[in-house]
């Protein structure tokens, strides 16, 4: 996205437009989402942050996979919390709703959790905001917590960066395909120029960090066990956890 600010311009437009073709914007989401919630199988409290959960489709799979489990999901866009709140109703009161925006630092103290999770949000932070929120999400875990994120990040060259430019433009044509039969999502993605890697110059909401700083600033926090586990079209997945007592 090319808004000026992501806590000012996440319109209810834009929500509309990532529910309705979020999961052909984002490659291979499925994956993504099921690889998430592996990553979270043993978590030594069965109490889970969903951070930036917009449409709760992350609380969603980790409380169907896990039937005495609860998340909290946080979400700065009320709209986004409505979403969520409905997509996971048939959980009862298996989860608890905190609207507040990635920045605040509030909800970051006061609760321990087993693991934290969270996708496409942590790149609208600046590298200090990223170093910031690991050591503070360290902080959150209990003993043996795992920290599990998807996110974009920055390639170091100008091929690999056309690489994932290429990859994503042609992971959500074929979504497109797939899931509404023709170019409509393809055509939005292009219109709406959601592809970070094609913009011409640097984007006031879209920050991506490469991989070895947030494997660097991962451990700079006090994680062990930091890796790179999956990575696709610009899109990877990192998780760290918290060295148990």
């Avoid at 970070?196 to 991506?208: A, E, F, N």
Wanted: aromatic share 8%; glycine share 6%.
């Amino acid at each position: 996205m090319t808004d000026a600010s992501p806590l000012d311009t996440w319109q209810l437009s834009d929500t509309e437009v990532f529910s309705k073709y979020g999961d052909a914007f984002v490659p291979r989401r499925a994956e993504q989402t099921a690889a998430v919630c592996d990553l979270l199988a043993d978590v030594p409290v069965p109490h889970v942050l969903d951070l930036c959960c917009g449409e709760g489709r992350l609380s969603e799979e980790y409380l169907r996979r896990h039937a005495a489990a609860r998340v909290t999901v946080l979400d700065r866009s009320a709209e986004m919390l409505a979403m969520t709140s409905e997509r996971l109703a048939p959980f009862g009161d298996r989860f608890d709703l905190v609207r507040a925006d990635i920045e605040d630092r509030a909800w970051r103290t006061g609760v321990t959790y087993g693991g934290v999770m969270t996708s496409l949000a942590v790149h609208h932070l600046d590298g200090e905001g990223k170093r910031l929120l690991y050591r503070d999400v360290h902080a959150m875990l209990a003993p043996g917590g795992v920290f599990v994120m998807a996110d974009l990040v920055e390639p170091t060259g100008v091929r690999a960066r056309a690489l994932a430019a290429d990859h994503w433009d042609a992971s959500v044509r074929r979504a497109s395909e797939e899931q509404f039969g023709g170019d409509e999502a393809a055509v939005t993605f292009e219109k709406t120029e959601w592809n970070y890697y094609r913009l011409p110059g640097p984007d006031p909401v879209d920050k991506p960090s490469s991989v070895t700083e947030h494997l660097d600033w991962l451990r700079e926090a006090g994680f062990v066990e930091v890796d790179l586990v999956w990575m696709y079209a610009g899109h990877a997945l990192f998780t760290a956890k918290r060295k148990a007592n």
